[in-house]
């Protein structure tokens, strides 16, 4: 593969305009993709993405645009970074030029529509020669962007391409660990954006930090379980992109998630949560996939189903909470 000099990080929202400006500061070059071509022309005027990261100014070696093609094509690497809602779309779109480039993804979730892991759609698209990995882990794009010390882990099937992945998305103040287990990694970035929603709803109803705590430890035996039936290692669900996104995601403003159930918790209506939050809320497509999986793969997700229920079929969050407390007791292990 090709040394790297240039990195196109697809993706303009807060998640890909902060990635790739911790890029640019470590002197690669770089072009940020988004959609809409006259956002783009007003980051290039602005130099910065005044909408999300309006703190973060643009280094000169990062350059937006909207050229997908050319964008990807005049690039040693890929970084893809939209919401997982896009995935699929924009990797066919990429697919016929990454042989010889290799692909990284920071999408946190699951295809929608099938309910598959997005490993799974890239093994379908994408030649067999083309090299890939996830890189998932607590991280708030507001503090990558300013600069502030962040944690990833990198899973690949090769072990080769995650040190080339690492080497080149690494430094600063960004730290990458590598990790050979890929369902485990987007486990974790996954499910607990439903779980986050949990912990917002149980503060959002005034339960405090008792409450929030139990919640947590009770959301990570859930992917706990999930981990044993589709594979992922146990280690991987305790380390950053299990038990470490969990803990921010559920304790932390930052996270929109966690918002939308303090919003929720305190009375007001979905819609009027949402709008408010003007971001994609990843958490409540999430939720009817953990609740499908679930159902598939006989696994018991009391929590992530209360959301589910919560979101989409009226009940309560009060009415949910005195379900959870209700339940049979039973053994911790």
């Known amino acids: 593969m090709r040394d790297v000099r240039h990195v196109a990080v697809l993706g303009a929202g807060s998640w890909g305009t902060a990635l790739a400006i911790h890029l640019a500061r470590k002197?690669?070059?770089v072009g940020l993709w988004?959609?809409?071509?006259g956002r783009m022309s007003e980051m290039r005027a602005a130099g910065r993405n005044a909408r999300y990261l309006p703190d973060a100014p643009f280094p000169a070696t990062l350059t937006p645009?909207?050229?997908l093609d050319a964008m990807v094509s005049e690039a040693d690497r890929v970084l893809l970074a939209v919401p997982s809602s896009g995935?699929?779309?924009i990797l066919r779109r990429i697919a016929?030029?990454?042989?010889g480039r290799g692909l990284v993804w920071a999408t946190k979730g699951l295809d929608l529509e099938t309910t598959r892991w997005l490993h799974e759609l890239v093994l379908e698209e994408l030649p067999g020669d083309v090299h890939w990995g996830v890189a998932s882990g607590p991280s708030f794009a507001s503090e990558l962007g300013r600069g502030l010390p962040t944690a990833l882990t990198l899973a690949a099937p090769d072990p080769v391409f995650a040190e080339d992945a690492r080497a080149w998305l690494a430094g600063g103040t960004l730290r990458v660990y590598t990790s050979d287990d890929v369902v485990g990694v987007q486990l974790g970035g996954a499910f607990k954006n439903v779980l986050a929603i949990a912990a917002g709803v149980s503060d959002g109803l005034g339960f405090g930090a008792n409450a929030r705590a139990a919640l947590i430890t009770r959301g990570l035996a859930e992917l706990m379980r999930l981990g044993a039936a589709t594979g992922a290692r146990?280690?991987?669900l305790m380390g950053l992109s299990g038990l470490g996104d969990l803990v921010l995601t559920c304790t932390d403003n930052q996270s929109r998630n966690r918002r939308l159930g303090l919003a929720l918790g305190q009375g007001?209506?979905?819609?009027?949560?949402?709008a408010a939050i003007g971001?994609?809320?990843?958490?409540?497509?999430?939720?009817?996939?953990?609740?499908?999986?679930?159902a598939a793969l006989q696994v018991d997700m009391p929590i992530c189903r209360q959301v589910y229920r919560v979101l989409y079929e009226g009940l309560a969050p009060m009415a949910a909470v005195e379900e959870l407390l209700s339940r049979d007791p039973k053994p911790e292990f």
């Open 27 to 29: 002197g690669l070059k």
């Open 34 to 37: 988004g959609r809409d071509g």
């Open 65 to 67: 645009g909207d050229d």
């Open 87 to 89: 995935f699929h779309d």
């Open 96 to 99: 016929p030029h990454l042989p």
């Open 234 to 236: 146990n280690e991987t």
């Open 268 to 274: 007001q209506g979905m819609e009027e949560a949402v």
């Open 279 to 294: 971001q994609a809320v990843e958490g409540v497509r999430t939720a009817r996939v953990a609740v499908a999986k679930a």
